[in-house]
């Protein structure tokens, strides 16, 4: 995405599910055209297109664990990168048709993520209902709408879309399940820093050892780059060649982290540059990992270059 | 799993899956009880209350990545250990009831997964087919059976166990996809060494510095421990606190692997050991990492043992 | 030296130096006999020929660095360890006949690197005097007992010995300067450990490289091990095979160091123990180095041990 | 010392010893003016006084070690940077006035460590005659010319020096002794890189423990930068204060070494930048030293740059 405001975004569907309500947290989706697409790749393939400006997709569930499926769109074709984190509390409803009480109710349409996250208090307040599995939280509210279900497991928007009544608020069973949201867009400024921004990385090396690891995660420390998830994949091209997925803290504006990617450039195989952008307030993200750590400011760096101006042009006397 | 083989086995069903399909490569299938269970965690239950002996569960797929609540599970309650490790190609076919042509194929049923997977496949072979989203491959390929839709997408058992015919075979985009499952049992002692063994982890610190998981690294490094795989998952309990799933080669038996899981228990918060077990022939883990690096034998770890002892000993002149 | 009290002593003479003096802060020097020999290689060699039990020989001066000859004498030919460290403060003093007073002093000996340290006091206090530079500090003494010279600069030991008045104490620029020396003798069982003990060693490596440094200054650090002191010297032997000396903190009866040392002995060419020791109380050394960091004492090396052996037997339910 | 040749060089007397031949390899000492003084404080002070315009004195002798004062008087006071390394085989000769036979020589006067690097010669081929130690070999050979001693072990450049007969050349028993001298300056614009160049760096630490030296290693490790000697000297000032002595290789001008540099600038408290300087052809250091590794050349710090402008200015698609 140029520096322009996106016009055109789309979003993992259908309506109704985590990933609207999550784009509805952003005030560009006030102003933009916003629509719902069937899958990740098509999400992506329509903002390399250009018949999208910008796309909002799951990158990770506190419960599920990584999308494969977004971070190997995002690996492979066109450059693509990430322009804005959203993190949604997972606070799943129980909707049913106006007029419904609980214990009315037999049948209850659910995603199986969703089921799994409810199970505790399912079995607290509907011992006896039947969980029918469905394909999205967004299908369950439109079976629960539609009376092919008495109730449906939903995110609040979808109950809200379809005109459901809210028997229960809050009924996954760990109270901060969350998920991670990506606004992906074409290659383009990054967004000014904020003083609070990730950047996030897929690095390749030839070889799964330890010591390539090691070598990765070093030159981030070196230079004082803070780690806030790692994941390995494994490539599809060829057996023995890894992907490691990278979120830091900090901005490639920044002068530690500007090094520290120059770094890795030189001694991996491949570096793709997946973004920086402003981090979500969440708990994915420690607070205290988005400053600099002594002697890793942008002015430390600033002194240290000047002192070895001065070294290089003999002036140190 | 304590010495005995085990005789009552449940696998993450419905029948007609790749689980049913990676167990019933196991010799022991042909001896035991095997029953399917609805959801992993009621796998893994059953082993913990000791109505199954061993369950068979998904850890990661080469195309979607790791199963998060296996690993979740795994993390949680009482200790349980991985004792055999099955990695199955995600060989998908096409199945029809017997006599159906490829030409009058209109719906296709899949899994979404499967479906993604097939995508370039059902572009070329069935560009005007419509795909039916529905909840597993086995509830693809009963579908199919039961005339409510003229083909699924399946594994080949899921096609064989409903008496389907295979009209394309190896429909993948990716042909070499794959999924890696683990046999899970109660704790006992570890299979015995094989020579080509894995050993999973799942190591918890308390920041998610860079610098901390440096450390855990480090420890596997320097005995000469290598790294397959690695992921890092934020724990449910609080903010800040990660959780790391490790695959390692090696045996607990044997000494690098021992002084490492000694070096991690001392500096890491929590270390849970998930078991050593004999690693399936395949392209998660490249065959260059099984033997110990030079100087990490078990001949080199007693070597030095002995030369130490002559030293505390004062004998060494 | 083996278990038995040393009888026989000799030290870096001749008499009257800091050598003796340092030996003279030892209770076992005055039960044993003892003897000045005119070379480092000579003491040595009278030890490792059993005609002394130990003997007394400067390790390093805070001033002038490393004893090269101490360091390469103990690194080649039979094995020696060092049993006991001894710190000297090298408190100059000005001797000279009794009755001389400072304003006839016209001519001063001193080794040179005695003239050196006390070059401010000289310039300020003697202005006029020339200084003769001698073999040794006793030397200086000798001459000017003998009346070849009018004063000395000299140990307090050596003044005292040839019945020198003591003109001026203290007279060396830098007041803290220090002396390391070390009682060496056969190898043994290791003086018992004291919690404040140390441990020298001579590593080599097959090449040069900052990474195969970095690998044994690993080997220490993953196990908590301090490091003192370190110093590259080449070999005599042939190019590019570099040996380090390395003083750490700790004894080889702790898990730690012992742990540390089998690492050392598997990753580098060739490991030499130089012995553990008191150390003395002493600027060389801070403090708190003596102690185990956290997780590395030795209560928790035995933790890490019986946690490993419950999960080798699999007890660990 | 600016961009000027030197005109007044200084060296460590007395005439006629090895810092005087040297210093004789050097093309400057044909034109320049040049004079021996009497220690390496006096050498340093000259040049810093503006009285000399260089200065040669020795860095380190390949059997005895470190020359403590050169380093010392480089790492305080006004700063200074070698501009250039020599290094010198130590072949000591024997030399007499002319006439005198081997077997007629009773009295060898020697500097002690001259004597002691040919104590195996001596035995063998003088086995009867007196080892009288002196203070320089310069003063060894001026004691054998006036008569005072039968014979001198000297510096060739000694006994031409003064008219002595070469009785017996390459006596020291170890054939590949070699002391590396330092042409010492003021600063200014370091000599231009050359493709095989040294660095020297006095890096100070707040505290001794091995993971703030594992920190400074580290940083040149990551840059590629070698390391060919370290030496740790406590710092006279106050306890616990270390500097550590490095020699790397690759200059200043030099993109890694700039990294490097910066690196050591902000994890230390204090770096002082003593100088790079076209590395002499000797045994010090070896010869793949030299070159940047796989990936830290000049070039590869210019392609990672590039791409990181790239990334910022967002124009990677």
């Known amino acids: 995405m140029p520096d322009a405001v996106p016009q055109r975004l789309v979003y ?41 400006d910008a796309a909002l997709v799951p990158l990770e569930n506190s419960i599920g664990g990584a999308e494969g499926v977004t971070l ?13 984190e959203v993190v949604l509390a997972v606070d799943f409803v ?23 996250q409810c199970r505790g208090w399912l079995r607290e307040h509907l011992p006896t209902a039947t969980v029918v599995e469905v394909l999205s939280n967004g299908a369950a509210a439109v079976g629960a709408a539609q009376g092919e279900f008495d109730a449906a497991i939903c995110a609040p928007i979808g109950a809200e879309r379809h005109r459901l009544s809210v028997l229960a608020k809050e009924i996954a069973d760990h109270a901060d399940a969350m998920t991670r949201f990506a606004l992906v867009s074409r290659p383009g400024p990054p967004p000014p820093p904020t003083g609070n921004d990730g950047t996030t990385l897929a690095v390749y090396i030839a070889h799964d050892r330890v010591g390539a ?25 060829r057996l023995g060649r890894y992907a490691f997925f ?10 530690r982290m500007g090094e520290a990617l120059q770094g890795l450039r030189r001694v991996s195989s491949e ?7 402003p981090r979500a307030a969440s708990g994915f993200s420690p607070e205290d990992a988005a400053s600099a750590p002594p002697g890793a400011s942008d002015a430390d760096f600033e002194a240290s270059a000047a002192w070895l101006a001065r070294l290089r042009s003999g002036s140190h006397s």
Do not use: K, M, W
Request: charged letters at 20%.
């Open 246 to 255: 990278l979120d830091c803290s900090g901005h490639v504006a920044e002068a």
């Open 72 to 84: 190997d769109e995002l690996a492979n074709g066109d450059p693509l990168v990430i322009i804005r």
């Open 271 to 277: 570096v793709r540059f997946l973004g920086s952008y």
């Open 213 to 237: 690891l090691l070598a990765v995660l070093t030159e981030l420390a070196v230079r004082g780059v803070n780690l806030t998830r790692i994941e390995s994949r494994p490539t599809g091209e």
């Open 94 to 116: 129980l909707g049913a048709r106006p007029g419904t009480s609980l214990d009315a109710i037999i049948t209850v349409a659910a995603h199986p993520n969703a089921a799994r």
């Open 12 to 52: 993992l569907g259908p309506e109704g599910t985590f990933a609207e309500q999550a784009l509805r947290t952003l005030p560009v989706s006030a102003t933009a055209s916003v629509a719902p697409v069937r899958s990740v790749p098509e999400a992506l393939d329509a903002v390399r297109a250009g018949t999208a």
